[in-house]
């Protein structure tokens, strides 16, 4: 295998002990903060070459937030290493019992094309801060970013414990043949099965972060211009390549009638009247994306926009109103710059709708009535979900981003992430004197010994607890 000499010298490294000190974790999380500012005018020129990012959100998801979870992590730490002491019972009063966060060991970051860098880095953060050594596997269908961490990681980060593989598919497929000790893989459920298989052959945990079809349900009770903007800024941002954009609308048949102009109106003020020109508008990652997204148009009839420009990889920002749920654009995640719009008769028919598929990684209601977005949440089960707005819950380092069922397996962002790439191991030290304490639970048995356990091990219920 052309990895394994790789993988032994990282795992060579961790067994050395050498990143487990904080000021050695810190050091390698200070670089990684080095990395950001030295290269910033390269990312933002990368991520422009690879899928016409404008610099503003390149910006906001591949450096603001990357910093962000690297200045938490480094405000922290030194709490989250502490080991966690628990109660105990009567016996064990003088002894110490408490979690110890271990790493994991050379743990593996597979990363995808849409946030190039913020999705390799924010793992990376946390398997750092843990204490593990990474290889870190980037996407080649973003490639000059993909070129550009290949080529400048390794000069700020120790190379005796962090790696950087390139390649497509066949490097992937042989780097995964390899045992590793974590995996975390940002993709789509399918590779994501791949994935979980190759892992299961060692054992190895794997925290799974993939996509899904996620639903946003209007209710007639709305400010519908807010609506509007708020659902056309997280639809057409990174030209729609985002895991947890929202990928279709569900409203009523008079709604529709009253976002259209609406949406068009948002479309207008934040693209101009000609999209393909604004600066502030991305292009498709790659020709075979492009003619992917491009056959979903056919579902429903466009309402806006649906103009496409295969030479440019540009497709307008386009809303389809009327979709059937047999429609091309419901069968898979669109991951691109469409918005259909599925009409429904009233909210208990959404939420049977949105029930009725897989469960995705994030779910957004809006409404005037917090009744109406507190029934939707409470119906109905997602990775994460935001009322009245779109994508914002992911800026917060306090709340874990993560899918379930079909959208994905564990969680990250923050604190969450360190525990990810940490073992928490349960320790119990005791004291070495004290043995009668220890009679009862000795042979022989008398039923004077097992009162004196139950007494001394019966954990008591206090009473019914009340949710406020």
Same mark, same amino acid.
């Given at each position: 295998?052309?990895?394994?000499?790789?993988?032994?010298?990282?795992?060579?490294?961790?067994?050395?002990?050498?990143?487990?000190?904080?000021?050695?974790?810190?050091?390698?999380?200070?670089?990684?903060?080095?990395?950001?500012?030295?290269?910033?005018?390269?990312?933002?020129?990368?991520?422009?070459?690879?899928?016409?990012?404008?610099?503003?959100?390149?910006?906001?998801?591949?450096?603001?937030?990357?910093?962000?979870?690297?200045?938490?992590?480094?405000?922290?730490?030194?709490?989250?290493?502490?080991?966690?002491?628990?109660?105990?019972?009567?016996?064990?009063?003088?002894?110490?019992?408490f979690i110890r966060k271990d790493p994991y060991g050379v743990?593996?970051?597979?990363?995808?094309?849409?946030?190039?860098?913020?999705?390799?880095?924010?793992?990376?953060?946390?398997?750092?801060?843990?204490?593990?050594?990474?290889?870190?596997?980037?996407?080649?269908?973003?490639?000059?970013?993909?070129?550009?961490?290949?080529?400048?990681?390794?000069?700020?980060?120790?190379?005796?414990?962090?790696?950087?593989?390139?390649?497509?598919?066949?490097?992937?497929?042989?780097?995964?043949?390899?045992?590793?000790?974590?995996?975390?893989?940002?993709?789509s459920p399918p590779v994501g099965r791949i994935v979980m298989?190759?892992?299961?052959?060692?054992?190895?945990?794997?925290?799974?972060?993939?996509?899904?079809?996620?639903?946003?349900?209007?209710?007639?009770?709305?400010?519908?211009?807010? =609506?509007? +903007?708020?659902?056309?800024? /997280? %639809?057409?941002?990174?030209? &729609? *390549? @985002?895991?947890? #954009?929202?990928? $279709?609308?569900?409203?009523?048949?008079?709604?529709?009638?009253?976002?259209?102009?609406?949406?068009?109106?948002?479309?207008?003020?934040?693209?101009?009247?000609?999209?393909?020109?604004?600066?502030?508008?991305?292009?498709?990652?790659?020709?075979?994306?492009?003619?992917? =997204?491009? +056959?979903?148009?056919?579902? /429903? %009839?466009?309402?806006?926009? &649906? *103009? @496409?420009?295969? #030479?440019?990889? $540009?497709?307008?920002?386009?809303?389809?109103?009327?979709?059937?749920?047999?429609?091309?654009?419901?069968?898979?995640?669109?991951?691109?710059?469409?918005?259909?719009?599925?009409?429904?008769?009233?909210?208990?028919?959404?939420?049977?709708?949105?029930?009725?598929?897989?469960?995705?990684?994030?779910?957004?209601?809006?409404?005037?009535?917090?009744?109406?977005?507190?029934?939707?949440?409470?119906?109905?089960?997602?990775?994460?979900?935001?009322?009245?707005?779109?994508?914002?819950?992911?800026?917060?380092?306090?709340?874990?981003?993560?899918?379930?069922?079909?959208?994905?397996?564990?969680?990250?962002?923050?604190?969450?992430?360190?525990?990810?790439?940490?073992?928490?191991?349960?320790?119990?030290?005791?004291?070495?004197?004290?043995?009668?304490?220890?009679?009862?639970?000795?042979?022989?048995?008398?039923?004077?010994?097992?009162?004196?356990?139950?007494?001394?091990?019966?954990?008591?219920?206090?009473?019914?607890?009340?949710?406020?």
């Amino acid at each position: 295998n052309p990895y394994a000499g790789l993988v032994s010298h990282l795992r060579a490294s961790w067994l050395s002990g050498k990143t487990r000190p904080m000021e050695y974790r810190v050091a390698q999380l200070e670089a990684l903060g080095r990395f950001l500012d030295d290269k910033k005018q390269e990312i933002l020129e990368a991520t422009e070459l690879d899928m016409g990012k404008p610099s503003f959100e390149a910006f906001f998801s591949e450096i603001l937030l990357c910093k962000n979870e690297l200045n938490v992590t480094l405000n922290n730490l030194c709490h989250w290493m502490k080991d966690e002491h628990v109660d105990k019972n009567l016996v064990m009063q003088l002894d110490s019992a408490f979690i110890r966060k271990d790493p994991y060991g050379v743990v593996l970051i597979i990363a995808p094309w849409n946030y190039p860098i913020h999705l390799f880095l924010v793992p990376l953060i946390g398997a750092i801060a843990a204490g593990n050594c990474a290889i870190i596997k980037p996407s080649e269908i973003s490639k000059n970013t993909e070129r550009l961490i290949a080529q400048t990681l390794s000069c700020y980060l120790d190379t005796d414990c962090f790696a950087v593989v390139t390649g497509g598919v066949p490097e992937t497929t042989r780097l995964l043949e390899n045992k590793f000790d974590y995996i975390f893989f940002t993709g789509s459920p399918p590779v994501g099965r791949i994935v979980m298989m190759a892992a299961a052959k060692h054992l190895t945990p794997v925290t799974l972060e993939l996509g899904g079809k996620n639903p946003c349900y209007v209710s007639d009770t709305c400010d519908v211009t807010n =609506v509007a +903007r708020r659902v056309a800024w /997280g %639809r057409f941002f990174n030209a &729609g *390549q @985002t895991c947890i #954009a929202p990928d $279709y609308l569900l409203c009523t048949i008079e709604m529709q009638e009253k976002l259209m102009p609406a949406l068009r109106e948002a479309i207008t003020e934040f693209f101009g009247p000609n999209p393909r020109e604004s600066p502030d508008f991305g292009r498709i990652v790659s020709d075979k994306q492009f003619q992917r =997204v491009q +056959r979903l148009l056919g579902s /429903g %009839r466009v309402a806006i926009g &649906g *103009q @496409t420009d295969e #030479a440019e990889r $540009y497709i307008a920002p386009t809303v389809l109103a009327d979709v059937l749920p047999s429609d091309p654009a419901m069968q898979e995640e669109i991951f691109g710059p469409i918005l259909p719009i599925v009409v429904i008769a009233n909210m208990d028919e959404a939420i049977d709708f949105i029930n009725a598929r897989p469960r995705p990684l994030a779910l957004y209601a809006f409404s005037c009535d917090s009744k109406i977005v507190n029934q939707v949440l409470e119906r109905t089960s997602s990775g994460g979900f935001c009322g009245n707005d779109t994508l914002m819950h992911v800026t917060l380092t306090s709340l874990p981003f993560g899918g379930i069922g079909n959208s994905g397996l564990g969680k990250y962002h923050g604190k969450f992430t360190f525990d990810s790439f940490s073992h928490h191991r349960a320790c119990l030290h005791r004291n070495m004197g004290l043995e009668t304490l220890n009679t009862p639970r000795y042979p022989p048995y008398t039923q004077q010994k097992l009162g004196l356990l139950t007494t001394t091990f019966e954990v008591k219920r206090r009473g019914t607890c009340t949710l406020l």
